[in-house]
């Protein structure tokens, strides 16, 4: 069974940074596609930002485009999410997701196996 566990969120105000984290548990992480969500209060939850196995491919919402980067360091299990020029409107529970190993990153949350517990950002104005 997999685990991942978020780290980093915090209360920041609007134009900070923050940058998350999430150890996933297994061996496999280096064959796995990475994604983070987030859901605001009442919301749905979002796609935010992907990565592929190697790193060759990124994705990201248009919303966090040209401020946030997803990363990954394959020798700690480790993937990240660098949040810059953080708006009022970032504010969320960000959750980390794991695909099976093997399988492409896509932008669809029923896709996504394994999934952490959630840390909260907080972006006052």
């Known amino acids: 069974q997999v685990q991942l566990v978020e780290s980093g969120g915090g209360l920041v105000q609007a134009g900070d940074s923050l940058r998350l984290s999430c150890v996933h548990s297994a061996r496999t992480f280096s064959n796995t596609a990475m994604a983070w969500f987030r859901q605001a209060p009442g919301k749905e939850r979002k796609f935010v930002a992907a990565i592929s196995r190697f790193s060759d491919g990124l994705y990201y919402v248009e919303s966090v485009k040209d401020r946030f980067t997803i990363s990954r360091d394959n020798a700690k299990n480790t993937v990240y999410l660098q949040m810059n020029s953080l708006r009022p409107e970032d504010t969320a529970v960000y959750y980390c997701?794991?695909?099976?190993?093997?399988?492409?990153?896509?932008?669809?949350?029923?896709?996504?196996?394994?999934w952490g517990q959630g840390t909260q950002v907080t972006v006052s104005s």
């Open positions: 997701a794991s695909r099976a190993p093997n399988l492409p990153p896509t932008t669809r949350a029923p896709e996504y196996t394994y």
